[in-house]
């Protein structure tokens, strides 16, 4: 049992939150291991050179996250008022989504599981 009164606990809980400019993207259909490579590549990067490898690179991520960083750029300078050029990739990361089963037919009326995977990826931004 929680001490307090309920809004106390809830302006508790909220002055612990993060407030750095972020976005997410919810069911993104390309798997962790895949959104990894990408995000790799950008992690504590300015956010132009973090741009300009998103737009240059060939993996089908790399077009997905490049629009959610668009999107992070956009809420840090629209909902926090901060300069983008300043800014930087502070964490990028990718959890588990649910995972679609489709089944392949294969010889002899057997039947193949296809797993198409998701994921959750999220970027936070900072200021330098």
Known sequence: ???????QI???RNAQKDTRPSAKLSYARVSVQKACFVL???RGKDVQTALAILAYNPRYASSVIEKLLKSAIANAENNNGLDAENLYVAEC???KGPTMKR???????????I??????????????
């Open 1 to 7: 049992m929680a001490k307090g009164h309920r809004s």
């Open 40 to 42: 790799d590549a950008i």
């Open 93 to 95: 990361y990718a959890n």
């Open 103 to 113: 089944v392949r037919p294969r010889a002899q009326g057997r039947a193949y599981r």
């Open 10 to 12: 809830k302006r508790e």
């Open 115 to 128: 797993e198409k995977r998701m994921s959750h990826i999220t970027i936070v931004l900072d200021e330098r």
